[in-house]
């Protein structure tokens, strides 16, 4: 079973949902609270040394057509093209991952009090691949917290397995 894909997760919740959308195209959305502005978020998602410090191996050129490479060492490379760039509020490219249709993602930053709401959204995909690729936007959107709040990204120690459970339950996986 899946969680339908626009039913936002409670406050407290880092988890993503995935599922198919009214279009019947399989997505992963995640939602997430952060306690800064999203001109400060902004500037993590689209400066080239911010990006390196909360997540190694990612470039965005954030400007429409620039190139987007998300560089996992052994696990792969996705890469992709700037789609749009919309300061502070949007930015989304294209995905292209070895064996994978074209999909898209799209990062978008509301104001909410003193911080701001982030939803990522990535679609069309595969329902195997969407599964999976909840693990690893967990995990960076974990990063990204974690490097807007100051601390030391490099001790986040993700928990691969227990992320890949969970989201492979919320599947139907076993």
Do not use: K, N
């Amino acid at each position: 079973m899946t969680t339908a894909p626009d039913a936002p997760p409670p406050a407290d919740d880092r988890r993503g949902t995935f599922g198919v959308d009214d279009d019947g195209a399989w997505q992963v959305r995640f939602e997430r609270r952060l306690s800064h502005r999203p001109d400060r978020v902004w500037q993590a998602l689209v400066d080239p040394d911010q990006q390196d410090r909360w997540v190694p191996g990612v470039r965005i050129e954030a400007v429409v057509g620039g190139a987007v490479r998300y560089d996992f060492g052994d696990e792969g490379v996705a890469d992709g093209v700037v789609l749009a760039v919309e300061p502070p509020v949007a930015l989304e490219h294209t995905w292209r991952w070895p064996g994978e249709p074209e999909s898209t993602v799209r990062w978008e930053l509301s104001p909410a009090g003193d911080g701001t709401v982030l939803v990522l959204l990535h679609r069309p995909l595969r329902p195997e691949p969407a599964v999976d690729y909840c693990t690893g936007w967990h995990t960076m959107l974990d990063a990204l917290a974690i490097h807007l709040g100051g601390g030391d990204v490099a001790a986040l120690e993700p928990d691969w397995a227990g992320l890949a459970a969970t989201y492979g339950e919320l599947a139907g996986r076993r």
